[in-house]
T-cell receptor, first 113, second 115 residues
Framework: GDSVTQMEGPVTLSEEAFLTINCTYTATGYPSLFWYVQYPGEGLQLLLKATKADDKGSNKGFEATYRKETTSFHLEKGSVQVSDSAVYFC????????????FGRGTSLIVHP | DTEVTQTPKHLVMGMTNKKSLKCEQHMGHRAMYWYKQKAKKPPELMFVYSYEKLSINESVPSRFSPECPNSSLLNLHLHALQPEDSALYLCASSPTSGAITDTQYFGPGTRLTVL
């Protein structure tokens, strides 16, 4: 079946550091890929998405590129802020059929001033 | 507007109570979802409604009863819950339930505590 693997957290960084959160997927065909962010006590917010190979999703300084050859969708940000502290979920969704996304385990990011 | 609203924000109930969670969206989406999320875990799908009809039930116990009165509203009726049902309940919606480009939008959730 489909699966999404994320790096285990927590990831702890100082403000203005570079962020990478790794995400790899296994799926039949060519899934759409998503990053969601969940701030403490809140629901999930869509951060960015990519629907085909080599697409780059970007939002609020975050970027991720759909790499078919490595089945990866790593999340990056050049300079993190304290306000970026949250849990980040990578998700895939297979083409066709009902919308049943497969979520990764989530990676907690803690940014210190 | 990409907002999904959920009420109440917090709910505490005893094991013999009956309560309901409510979800609303005005984006014209035709698919709506209920998820359960335990602490430090990803959301787990419970139910999917497509065009107001229940299309997926992920083997959820009958003490959870979903209802979709119209295309904008989704309810989750709760009865005789157990303490292990305490969790964050998330509602989501998407334009349809089948297009590859569809994006799922989540509400802020209802934090449920069962005593």
């Amino acid at each position: 079946g489909d699966s999404v693997t994320q790096m285990e957290g927590p990831v702890t960084l100082s403000e203005e550091a570079f962020l990478t959160i790794n995400c790899t997927y296994t799926a039949t065909g060519y899934p759409s890929l998503f990053w969601y962010v969940q701030y403490p006590g809140e629901g999930l917010q869509l951060l960015l998405k990519a629907t085909k190979a080599d697409d780059k999703g970007s939002n609020k300084g975050f970027e991720a590129t759909y790499r078919k050859e490595t089945t990866s969708f790593h999340l990056e940000k050049g300079s993190v802020q304290v306000s970026d502290s949250a849990v980040y979920f990578c998700a895939s969704r297979r083409s066709g059929g009902s919308y049943i996304p497969t979520f990764g385990r989530g990676t907690s990011l803690i940014v210190h001033p | 507007d990409t907002e999904v609203t959920q009420t109440p924000k917090h709910l505490v109930m005893g094991m013999t109570n009956k309560k309901s969670l409510k979800c609303e969206q005005h984006m014209g989406h035709r698919a709506m979802y209920w998820y359960k999320q335990k602490a430090k875990k990803p959301p787990e799908l419970m139910f999917v409604y497509s065009y107001e009809k229940l299309s997926i039930n992920e083997s959820v116990p009958s003490r959870f009863s979903p209802e979709c009165p119209n295309s904008s509203l989704l309810n989750l009726h709760l009865h005789a819950l157990q303490p292990e049902d305490s969790a964050l309940y998330l509602c989501a919606s998407s334009p349809t339930s089948g297009a590859i480009t569809d994006t799922q939008y989540f509400g802020p959730g209802t934090r449920l505590t069962v005593l």
